[in-house]
């Protein structure tokens, strides 16, 4: 399945895998330049017609001609803005000659302007080159991104998909993150957190972070609220000064009956979202969330309860319910109606489908979702990626 990264990645190569070369102009820059030239000369031809052999308001416009340039390299390329200084200077040249301007100003004026062409020309080069850095950049963190956001495990009992979608501004990388580990003994643990901020530090903060998390979810069985404990414990030792927010699920095997129990702990995060086979939805909230991680330490507590066969268990970042312009109440209320409207659809349909209604945009925040369904008969493969019909990892 194609993520987002793959969409951008694949739109950056040209035939045969190559990389395309980067253009940050548009032919409007260059369209201005020339018309701020041809009206400048206009100006300056038209006035000299209309007062033939009487001084002209006007006079010798030619050195306003340096404007081209400048209007050029405001967002097109090096060699766009020396094209058309170029053009400006000649103009420049032909307007002393047809104005009879002698002496130092018809050398003056049209240098002015092939010296204001090649100061534009730097300037665009320099621009250029450092929106190139910034292009590399943000690529180069998505890549990271997703390689620390690897494939879930396929449990024979549980059905699994996960998708992520990055903040439109910024780096379009930051610190949600999603996992899920076979648990010891058996049974998968669920983690969904969020790193404060949406940037390149985020998201490093948030791979060392997830990695520890996840390496003592695989350590030895113990309940989510003991593991969140230890990871908080470890990450000053670590060097990780981070602020983050995080569920952690334990899903035990399944029972006879296809149930799973499980307990969870939450440190500031949107507590766990149960959806029943017919559309009921449940908010899995055991009282006021504990801290966030990092905060100052604190005593966590678990919560139990039944993951039922066909029900759906979503984990989700804040990001998917707030919105600059709306109350985070109605945020909550549209995932439930879009949770309940959708309910009967397989859980990568149901992300894509939550996601559709609740972002139809590009998000300001990044999102991260994780929804489990006890399995059915016949159901699915893991799932990952974003607004896309499910597949198979790879």
Not at 21 to 47: E, H, S
Not at 246 to 268: I, M, N, Q, Y
Not at 270 to 287: F, K, S
Not at 373 to 386: D, K, M, N, Y
Request: hydrophobic share 45%.
């Amino acid at each position: 399945m194609r993520t987002p990264h793959d969409r951008d990645a694949a739109s950056s190569r040209g035939p045969g895998g190559s990389p395309r070369p980067r253009t940050f102009g548009a032919p409007l820059w260059p369209l201005l330049g020339l018309l701020a030239t041809a009206a400048i000369a206009a100006v300056d031809i038209g006035a000299g017609l209309l007062h033939a052999g009487r001084p002209s308001p006007v006079a010798n416009v030619s050195g306003t001609l340096a404007i081209a340039p400048v209007l050029t390299s405001a967002g097109g390329t090096r060699r766009q803005t020396l094209a058309v200084g170029l053009v400006a200077a000649l103009t420049a040249a032909a307007l002393v000659l047809v104005d009879g301007v002698h002496g130092v100003p018809a050398v003056a004026r049209p240098a002015v302007v092939l010296a204001t062409a090649l100061l534009g020309t730097w300037l665009a080069g320099a621009r250029d080159r450092q929106l190139a850095q910034l292009q590399d950049r943000r690529e180069a963190a998505r890549t990271l991104q997703e390689a620390m956001l690897t494939d879930p495990p396929e449990p024979a009992d549980l059905e699994l998909a996960i998708r992520y979608l990055p903040a439109s501004s910024g780096d379009r990388v930051g610190g949600d993150w999603y996992d899920a580990v076979p648990g010891p003994g058996g049974g998968t643990v669920l983690v969904i957190g969020d790193v404060t901020g949406h940037d390149v530090r985020a998201a490093a903060a948030m791979g060392q972070l997830r990695a520890v998390l996840r390496a003592y979810a695989v350590d030895r069985a113990e309940s989510p609220a003991r593991l969140l404990t230890r990871v908080e414990g470890a990450a000053p030792l670590l060097g990780l000064d981070v602020l983050a927010t995080a569920v952690v699920v334990r899903l035990a095997p399944a029972a006879a009956d296809g149930s799973h129990a499980l307990t969870w702990s939450t440190a500031g995060h949107p507590p766990p979202v149960l959806v029943h086979p017919g559309g009921r939805v449940e908010v899995l909230a055991d009282g006021a969330p504990d801290l966030l991680l990092g905060l100052e330490p604190a005593s966590r507590h678990d919560a139990t309860g039944v993951l039922p066969r066909g029900a759906t268990l979503l984990l989700h970042t804040d990001g998917l319910v707030e919105r600059r312009e709306a109350d985070l109440d109605d945020g909550f209320r549209r995932l439930h109606e879009a949770l309940a409207a959708h309910a009967a659809l397989p859980p990568g349909e149901l992300v894509d489908a939550v996601l559709a209604q609740l972002l139809p945009g590009e998000p300001d925040d990044d999102v991260a979702l994780l929804a489990v369904r006890a399995r059915c008969p016949g159901a699915g493969l893991v799932t990952r990626g974003s607004r896309a019909a499910p597949a198979p990892p790879g």
